[in-house]
């Protein structure tokens, strides 16, 4: 199993980007994104089940990001809008089999992206 994100990069205030993760070597019921600011811990940022009919978004991007699938790709996004500098770590794509909610436990997720970091500048 591998989990490839990408997308990430600098961007100014307000900006957005768009993550994508590539997941190969099995489907799974739950994908999400966690991030790390430096100094912080791990948070959940947004979750989807496999048809996308059920969604979870952490408060703080909630209302300006949204989380999707691409089955036939196997491939899961994330679109960022209204960036702002406190949004800038490292964002991670995670996974697993269990389709059990909640979905923002990372200790529930099974396998992990690399990360792909996000610079939002002032």
């Known amino acids: 199993v591998q989990l490839q994100a990408s997308g990430g990069g600098l961007v100014q205030a307000g900006g957005s980007l768009r993550l994508s993760c590539r997941a190969s070597?099995?489907?799974?019921?739950?994908m999400g994104w966690f991030r790390q600011a430096p100094g912080k811990e791990r948070e959940f940022v947004a979750g989807?089940?496999?048809?996308?009919?059920?969604?979870a978004y952490a408060d703080f991007v909630k209302g300006r990001s949204t989380i999707s699938r691409d089955n036939d790709k196997n491939t899961m996004f994330l679109l960022l809008n209204g960036l702002k500098p406190k949004d800038t770590a490292v964002y991670y794509c995670?996974?697993?089999?269990?389709?059990?909610?909640?979905?923002?436990?990372?200790?529930?997720?099974?396998?992990w992206g690399q990360g792909t970091l996000v610079t939002v500048s002032s």
């Open positions: 995670a996974a697993r089999s269990s389709e059990m909610f909640p979905v923002w436990n990372a200790n529930d997720y099974d396998y």
């Open positions: 070597g099995g489907v799974f019921a739950i």
């Open positions: 989807i089940n496999l048809n996308g009919s059920m969604i």
